[in-house]
């Protein structure tokens, strides 16, 4: 009884860290540049897959049951480098047709449109990564090469996540004190005053694009990694939007506001059902459970705007902008 | 070779005209209220199970057109004199109506999972026996969605054009304080949009589910991609240039699913999307958005 609870445990605390470093990765895209990224599980699930296909070694060998490209066996950290540079190449060719100076609803519908097909491809086009059914029996990292038991190597693994998520935090924030930093916020709050000193904020929006798609591909490594399956199932458009009530309830902008929602939304909300008493047929808690998200991201956006941790904002003249309420 | 070509643009004609009533009825929703509806796909969903349960109770499936358009139409002014005015009232921006249009969205469609068990239900009614027409054979059934999508381009349009309905509608996609000091009822005719364009999108939920004789929570929602691509290769407010944007897609869509395989059908779609951004931006340039305020 015991020992499940710790694997249960160290297992929230890896998808806590998955979860933290998409909220990172949101939060730096949305709450400082503006940038509105709904199709964000699709760099994850781009993260997800790179790492999986070249940790699977090559397709098509002896007993092979699934499909996939570019099959390869790289040994311990590199599936990750892989991962990110995969989450990042992806974004950058994602944002280079969609962070054009269009209108945000456009660019939000582009986004949330090439996350809706994406997965379609991904379902038709089956010699791509084996379609549907999606890559499965992906190993963990380096576990027979730990002296560890089954429960020693799943805190070794959490605290490996947690390690990567405090180094991202770090570069995260050093990234948005930084000169460039004030150039996102410049360009969020004003985008022509911006654009009238200089900024190039279409440079500026893919910049942050494409270190949010490295950060996204990391996430998508370290989880497939830890679970060692990969399928559409996992990467519904709706994904996203666990993220982005996430960091709307805890507060954008904010990181430890982030903290929080990612603790409060995807782990606490989220793992909570499994211990109540099931009601109805199979399935109609975890649908139920996408209502309330909606309802909870709708009610966000009425009662509080800025979340339950805002931005602490420097001292300066005063929102001027016109919003009434 | 020319044969399939030719049936492959019969069938493009088909899906167009189900592209475009959808398409007309977001467009002018989204032309003359600024509300991006990201919803408007589960409002789809919506009409088309009213749709399917009108059938399994006994209704004639052509009935159900018009009871999944009443559905429809029901349901968007629901939610756009409550939800959206309320969102308004409070601040909301043309972004912030998107999100949350989008939050609506996700509730509305797991919401229709959870009632509909996660099941997917075949809805195969009005089949008879094909017809030949030259190299193309297509069903009856197709033959009359398509005259149904024209009939509805040119009742529309009709109605825009001639009647002082239309006019007023005209007048309040283009400039919504200028219509209000000229006299016009600002509130009633945002009614009728709502109506309208609710009316539509719920008879395009149902006119999909006897095409594609199946429908599931997610019917909708996959759908949404090619009526917002549509809408916005035609121009926003205009159903006469979402109607054209739905007849380029539905075509190219079918014969790139005859050449290249079914699969790449939706990223044909995709594909012109993103030929519009690139190549179009006049229609989506930023610096519009400034101007537009919600009308509701």
Not at chain 1, 92 to 113: E, K, T
Not at chain 2, 130 to 155: K, M, N
């Amino acid at each position: 009884m015991l020992s499940s609870w710790t694997f249960y445990i160290s297992t929230l605390v890896v998808y806590f860290g998955v979860d933290l470093l998409s909220g990172i990765s949101l939060n730096l895209q949305y709450g400082y540049a503006g940038v509105i990224n709904f199709g964000y599980i699709v760099f994850q699930a781009a993260g997800a897959y790179a790492a999986a296909v070249v940790t699977l070694g090559p397709s098509g060998g002896a007993g092979s049951f699934q499909k996939y490209i570019f099959g390869a066996n790289l040994p311990f950290p590199l599936p990750l480098l892989v991962a990110t540079a995969a989450g990042a190449i992806l974004a950058g060719f994602v944002g280079l047709f969609s962070l054009r100076r269009i209108r945000r609803d456009y660019q939000a519908a582009v986004l949330l449109i090439v996350s809706l097909i994406a997965i379609q491809v991904v379902q038709a086009d089956i010699p791509l990564f084996n379609g549907s059914n999606g890559l499965t029996g992906v190993p963990r990292p380096l576990v027979n090469v730990l002296p560890l038991s089954l429960q020693g190597y799943q805190w070794a693994y959490a605290g490996w996540v947690l390690l990567l998520c405090a180094l991202v935090y770090l570069l995260v924030r050093w990234l948005s004190r930084s000169p460039w930093g004030r150039a996102l916020r410049a360009m969020r709050d004003q985008e022509d005053a911006a654009v009238a000193i200089g900024l190039n904020v279409t440079a500026l929006r893919l910049q942050v694009f494409v270190i949010g798609g490295a950060i996204a591909g990391l996430s998508g490594g370290l989880l497939v990694e830890f679970i060692g399956a990969w399928s559409p199932d996992a990467w519904g458009y709706a994904e996203t939007f666990v993220i982005f009530t996430a960091i709307f309830v805890g507060g954008v902008r904010n990181y430890r506001g982030v903290l929080l929602g990612v603790l409060l939304v995807p782990i606490i909300f989220l793992q909570l059902p499994q211990f109540l008493p099931p009601i109805g047929y199979p399935g109609l808690v975890q649908s139920l459970e996408w209502v309330i998200i909606g309802v909870l991201w709708m009610l966000c956006l009425l009662l509080r705007p800025s979340g339950l941790l805002p931005e602490r904002r420097a001292k300066a003249l005063p929102d001027l902008s016109g919003r009434v309420a | 070779m020319l044969s399939t070509l030719v049936s492959a643009i019969a069938f493009g004609v088909v899906l167009a005209s189900i592209i475009a009533i959808a398409a007309m009825g977001f467009t002018l929703q989204f032309g003359l209220t600024n509300v991006f509806n990201l919803s408007f796909g589960s409002v789809m969903t919506i009409g088309a199970f009213a749709g399917y349960l009108a059938e399994v109770n006994g209704i004639n499936a052509w009935y159900g057109l018009g009871v999944g358009g009443v559905a429809g139409a029901v349901v968007t002014l629901v939610l756009g004199r409550g939800l959206f005015r309320l969102y308004a009232r409070r601040g909301a921006k043309l972004f912030e109506m998107m999100m949350v249009t989008l939050g609506l969205g996700l509730a509305i469609n797991y919401g229709i999972q959870a009632i509909s068990r996660n099941n997917v239900y075949q809805f195969t009614v009005l089949q008879a026996a094909p017809l030949h027409l030259g190299p193309v054979t297509i069903t009856p059934t197709q033959a009359i969605l398509a005259g149904i999508g024209l009939a509805i381009f040119v009742s529309l349009e009709a109605l825009l054009r001639l009647s002082r309905i239309g006019k007023a509608l005209r007048a309040m996609a283009a400039e919504p304080a200028l219509a209000r000091s000229c006299g016009i009822r600002t509130g009633q005719v945002v009614i009728i949009t709502w109506v309208i364009s609710g009316f539509l999108c719920g008879m395009a939920g149902v006119v999909y589910i006897i095409n594609s004789q199946s429908v599931g929570y997610a019917t909708g929602e996959l759908f949404l991609p090619l009526v917002i691509a549509a809408a916005i290769l035609g121009g926003a407010g205009s159903p006469a240039g979402a109607a054209a944007a739905a007849l380029l897609m539905g075509i190219v869509t079918e014969v790139v699913s005859a050449y290249g395989g079914p699969q790449y059908s939706t990223v044909a779609g995709f594909g012109i999307l993103v030929l519009v951004l690139l190549c179009r931006p006049a229609s989506v340039l930023g610096g519009q958005a400034r101007e537009m305020r919600l009308t509701l």
